[in-house]
């Protein structure tokens, strides 16, 4: 989930700065085996510009935190427990710990400067 999550954000924010409808992302993998009705869930939330909590960036960035401590207690190595924990702790340092964790996607950005927004949320 953590994965599927981040990743979400990560390629919708991408076209956002490329200039391409985020929507493109979703219409490339429908159908495919990278579809699922979470990412589409998770997407119109970002899209929407609209996180009400259904399982809050505080929350998800403790989970992937304790995930990637105790890998590493027990020798093992998850890189991208970890990578999502950071990002998830830049959503809540940008104000976003209490919105649903769909808005991790606003740690693709320095706070204020997504491209075509006025800093808080997606145009």
């Not at 989930?1 to 981040?6: F, I, K, R, S």
């Not at 979400?8 to 992302?25: H, I, M, S």
């Given at each position: 989930?953590?994965?599927?999550?981040?990743g979400?954000?990560?390629?919708?924010?991408?076209?956002?700065?490329?200039?391409?409808?985020?929507?493109?992302?979703l219409?490339?993998?429908?159908?495919?085996?990278?579809?699922?009705?979470?990412?589409?869930?998770?997407?119109?939330?970002?899209?929407?510009?609209?996180?009400?909590?259904?399982?809050?960036?505080?929350?998800?960035?403790?989970?992937?935190?304790?995930?990637?401590?105790?890998?590493?207690?027990?020798?093992?190595?998850?890189?991208?427990?970890?990578?999502?924990?950071?990002?998830?702790?830049?959503a809540?340092?940008?104000?976003?710990?209490?919105?649903?964790?769909?808005?991790?996607?606003?740690?693709?950005?320095?706070?204020?400067?997504?491209?075509?927004?006025?800093?808080?949320?997606?145009?």
């Open positions: 989930m953590l994965t599927l999550v981040n979400t954000g990560e390629a919708l924010a991408l076209a956002k700065g490329l200039g391409v409808d985020p929507r493109a992302f219409d490339a993998v429908a159908g495919g085996p990278l579809d699922s009705g979470y990412l589409r869930t998770k997407s119109e939330l970002i899209l929407a510009g609209d996180y009400p909590p259904s399982f809050t960036v505080s929350s998800a960035r403790k989970d992937a935190a304790l995930i990637a401590e105790a890998a590493e207690r027990s020798g093992v190595r998850l890189d991208l427990a970890a990578a999502a924990a950071e990002r998830l702790r830049r809540e340092r940008q104000g976003h710990g209490g919105e649903d964790w769909a808005a991790a996607y606003f740690a693709s950005f320095d706070a204020g400067t997504e491209p075509g927004a006025d800093g808080t949320r997606p145009a």
